[in-house]
């Protein structure tokens, strides 16, 4: 038995130690541990309510929007506020934009350098690598002249040793199967989609300020001023650029991304029957379509058990509860209990060995992540579980996409669950934003045209007019996964607030029943070709794409100072 520790996971957001034993070529058991605590839960105590949305927003440098959106859903659901209908239609047209984007970035920039081998494509026949593009795709950059000067460029990396972002891999790895050519496709996508991300981001600044960190958020509604006789709101002018950029995001989506995903998926078929998970799936459902209190999601909330696709429950979110068994927290009632997050508490107590260590004590408590469980059960969260639950709910448009990757692949509903599956979901769902987003465009310029330019409601926005004491959860499918937050306001301040993110659903450690978390189950049977080159473990945990600044912040284990921040 080979025990293998992966610290840190790069290509991700934060700090991520995985663990695993390794046996007969595949993993038999694996442990999951981030290496950083999160303290804006206590951060946020005594604070203004109406706030609270700028501060979670800093939870991370990615996912900004994310924890702002559902900080002030959380709030407005404990004080009674009611956002109008153009305040509706930012919100989705910024958390879609994330989205897109996000999605992009990590197939790209975070992922695809696992499936990808850079040194193979300096081996290339750029004019083979043209007629490779343009088999799959109309997308225009696909002439042999245009990669023999991306070709020129990675030799020009290598031959100076400034192979920056590729600098750190296992090429020549024998689980790389792409033939160079496609790999040199890979390698000059890879670059576009840098330009592609930087572009289509701006919708951001158009519609919050800024980006990352937007500045238009407020509880009851959107400080975007929408006015079509006014130069500095958005105005006819502004409409029309946001339909430009979004139709550029889905002609790259399309022409692109997509191709990209089936064309490396094809040589990689194995993978749809590795990193299955938990089977169990959970999404809180986004996108509001009405403004009614029960408002139908162009993306479906539900509850999936045991990869059953005929039975999808409804969500019900006093079922959420976390455990710290295995964490470095405690519970005042004791840590064999869960907690749900109404009446969760934020108790940080390391236990751990002190850095440098080997190996963590797996049988105690070896991470900063809380153990999230749906119904005391597990739950994988994130694209994949929103396109099985938009299939089994009968959404339309996800079920006729999913059908198409499926046929073109060859493969049945079944290879959805794995590695494979969470990676074609992430490209699906990405089309299906791409395509649905200029409806909430044209919506907005119908409102604008009947005169109809509200974006806030101030009818609660005076704390005078909440109740003395209240409780609130704001729900948001984030790109990767379900986000909730949980606020307890009483005199107008915030006595306790609690954030359950997606990377602590899929990330978190084994709980008080030692159920493992959906990492931790995903890894199990994964093959390792080379224990001292792990890069199928990587394969699985990148398909997740974790973000543990959402899941923890940093502190020293040894108490001492980290920082020291003077207010002027």
Known sequence: MTRIVVDPVTRIEGHLRIEAEVDEG????AWSSSTMFRGVELILRGRDPRDAWAFTQRICGVCTTVHAIASIRAVENAIGAKPPPNARLLRNLIMATQMVQDHVVHFYHLHALDWVDIVSALSADPAKTSELAQSIS???LSSTKYFVGV???LKTFVDRGQLGPFANAYWGHEAYKLPPEANLM????????????REFIRLHATLGGKNPHLQSFLVGGMATPVDPDQQASLNAGTIAQLQTSIA????FVKQVYIPDVLAVAGFYKEWAGHGAGVGNYLVYGEYPEDDSDRPKLYFPSGVIRNKNLSKIENFDAAKVSEYVTHSWYEYGGGDAKSLHPSAGETNPKYTGPKPPYEHLDTAAKYSWLKSPRYDDQPMEVGPLARMLVAYGRGHGRARELVGVVLKHLGVGPEALFST???IAARAIE??????HMSTWVDALAENMARGDVRTHDNSKWEPASWPKDSMGAGFHEAPRGALGHWVHIVDGAIANYQCVVPSTWNAGPRDAKSAPGPYEAALVGTPVADPEKPLEILRTVHSFDPCMACAVHVVDAQGGEVVKVRVQ
């Open 26 to 29: 595949q993993v038999k058991e």
């Open 138 to 140: 109309d997308w225009p």
């Open 151 to 153: 070709h020129a460029r």
């Open 186 to 197: 890979a390698v000059a996508h890879y670059l576009e989609a840098l330009d592609f991300q």
């Open 248 to 251: 550029k995001a889905l002609t």
């Open 420 to 422: 494979l599956g969470r």
């Open 430 to 435: 990405t089309q299906l934003l791409a395509e």
